[in-house]
């Protein structure tokens, strides 16, 4: 190695290729090269006519140094053998055990280290001559380390060809070497078993049955540039087998017809596979440790995130108003509150799980939000909003008259009350499914019941985070002012940010019930006010809370009686079409040239089977993400012309009440939440997914890649 | 965004919640953008800036209009020796550049490993091999490597006038060092430049590139 080196070091590169390319001229069966011992193994030196034997080319290697399987991975070349055989005699082409993954900074590479044996079988016909028999094989291969180095070498084996019953002394040595190596062949797939494969928009899922739970698996394609061959494959155990997720290789740009390859198995079980397409069953329990981290550590990020989103920010506003008014507490007190309010939002997000897990059990075709497609929920939630947006504002003091209404739980001083604002903070966070949570929770409700529970966990841990640090740190509440006359004016403050709720939590409404369930809502408010009147005006008196208490069952009774009778039609009759033109009215832009239509399954494939992409935008009133998006990115007039340009049908699939087909659609891409921006290339089985915050560079971006052809516009732009 | 203020709920939204929200957007899927962006054969060759082997500074935006070839180089390479002591490599440079074709050699060899060259060095070798790309690239962090995702010496990229990848892969279709092999070759490179030149959609626009691991730092 280091004699080499010096060598490239005086950068005689001829002389470099010759003494590498130079062939270990041997007469004899075996030569030693650069870095290795090449071999034939024929265990039996008589061969009989009319029979078959096995043998086998051998390499010994230095420590470090690899020679290749038949796909080599992204570098390096498979050994290849050229036989020159008497009339009479011929050599099936060598076979390969079964290779190992070889890394190599950023690559990865097919081979073997040590000592491989590539078994291959000699044919002798019944017309070969009898007597001594010089077999040639002219072999060259590729071995490297960091450095790669060509060889070449052409060995002689001397073998007797003998009658068909000669008797045979066979070499116990070298037939145990080559019966240890023909046991490292992938053997085919056994007929019990069975093979799948399904396109995925980065990939391939792959699903194994080998009858029992697999948790340990590799698999190495046969075909080059298909997979990504870096890529960690996840494997996911099931009751029967096992199923891998493959990334496929950034040029693919038609799925194989079949996925060839092989797989390696626990206890060195190797199997030749040729996988077809078909549906992988999603709901396998992948319990995948290094994925759930991601999923355990993004669900944490997510939930620190929702500390900042609109819907939550308030309630962290109140919260530390309640901090402020601890301030005087002493530190295990406030420590105290910190971990009740932790566990406020534990248990709340611990409830909603297990409410998920039970409808997912019973085959509710529910996601992530849907809460919000609740009428009753909306106005209750809007209602609880503007009553404490009174309170805040001044008209009437909470803590003072109401010990159980629910918003009031969150207002009461003590334990109790941060348990309530933890739980209302998990409440009011669930329609701000920041972006990247939509892969986490659709990760998650994918996953077995613990998994979920874990990933709900650290989602609920990163929301109760920074308030907990605050109690945590002594340091930090220190920084806290003083309490004092700016309080007042503070808590009057923070009834701004949850008015503002309150009006979106209006518009949502309007947006997806009409204006008569709307006008319901307001007489809500209406009713509140004046229950708050009563409070306020003659505060502490048992009459008078027994006024706003009858007050506020009527809002409650309304929330949940009034969608009933008001909303204009049931929610399956309106159409999404009805949505886009009352969004289109309420932004008022209408964009030009943008024909949106509503989104099917049907349509999709319509689209497609002319050879049209299409773009699938899956939206919803009450998600603020989805309104950005369509404002900032798809309603902009240059992302309009590029999908003019490129010819695509543009779909809208709102999901702003509950749609049991988008839903299904949702899940069928791992998804439970929107946005999801999918776009469906002509030829593609799946659709290409943009991410979950768009700009219009993104969006054009992802339609200049759609393949050449696929539109006139792309084709002209291609040929300039 | 000033047609959101039409909106209602957003009218009242704008203030604080759009700047935290889009904020919290943004940051939340930085790492997905990033991701979006692997190259591949069809998209946007990513733009780059590097510093070739006479000190100056070659950036791929100064090049829209022109053909790019990106040769992936490493001079201890037995499959890159082949197509250098042949003179294959030269004559392909030669007749391309002629016909205003870009073309950068790229040396993405970390310090210390085989193939890692010093400007002097490389200029030094050049001259002695008589070849004649338009730059050679130095690229000892492997970052244009990476980049563009090379994984072997020889490996080859056309870039066209718009910036599309329009060819990715093998220098030909004889994946060995011997200098035997070229003659009779089906060479990719030619068959992308002289369609692409021609109007016509490159028929095999990526391979699998053969040759040594691009050494890139560990």
Redesign the interface.
Known sequence: MRRL?SI?GL?V??S??LA??LPAWAASNSADAPHLHVQLIFPNSHLSQGASSQAGLYFKLEPGWHVYWKNAG????PPHIKWTLPAGITAEPIQFPAPKRLP????M?FGYDNEVLFPFTIDVANAARLGPAALQAKV?W?V?R?????GKAELDENVQIGGTASAVSASSSDAALLQRFANSLPVPLPSSAKAIFQPTPTGFRLSVDTGQRETQAAFFPAD??VLDNPSPQTITPTAKGLILDLKKD??LSANPAKLNGVIELSGGRNYELAALPGTVAAAAPPIALSAVAQSFGLAF??GL?LN???CV?PVLFLKGLSLVNSGNEERHKLRAHGFVYTAGILVSFWVLVGALLALRAAGASLGWGFQFQSPVFLALMAGLLFFLGLSLAGQFEIGLTLTSAGGSLAAKQGYTGSFFTGVLAVVVATPCS???MGAAIGYALAQPAAVTFAVFTALALGLAAPYLALTLQPAWTRLLPRPGAWMEILRQAISV?IF?TV??LA??V?QAYGAPLLAALLVNFLLLAIAGWFLGRWPARRWSTGVAAAFLLVVIAAAFVAPNYLVASPPSNLSSEDARVMEQM????AAKGATWQPWSADAVTKYQSQGRPVFVDFTASWC??C??NE??AL?QPQVQQAFAGANVALLKADWTREDPAITEALTAMGRSGVPVYALYVPGENNPRLL???LTPG?VT?AL??L???ATSASVA???? | MASIKNSLGFANLSGFARIVGCAALVAATLPLTVLAQAPRVGGPAPTFTATDSRGQTEALSQFKGKYVVLEWHNNGCPYTIKHYESGNMQGLQKQWTAKGVVWFTVISSAPGQQGYVTAIQENDYMARMHASPTAALLDPTGKLGHLYDAKTTPQMIVIDPSGKIVYEGAIDNRATPDQSDIKGADNYLNDALSAAMAGKPVAVDHTRPYGCSVKYAD
Do not use: T
Request: proline letters at 10%.
């Open positions: 080196l490239f950068s590169a001829g470099v290729l590498a390319g992204d570098s390096g070349e190599l900074g950023p690559l590479d060259d590729l490297c960091e450095v790669c180095i060509p080059e540039d950034a040029n990020l997510g995130l900042l989103m609109p920010f920041a972006p990247f940010p503002v009006i979106w518009w949502v309007a309420a932004s008022g832009i603020l993400s309104q950005v404002r900032i309603s991410p979950q915050v993104i971006d200049d890649k393949p050449h052809g732009s291609s040929n300039r």
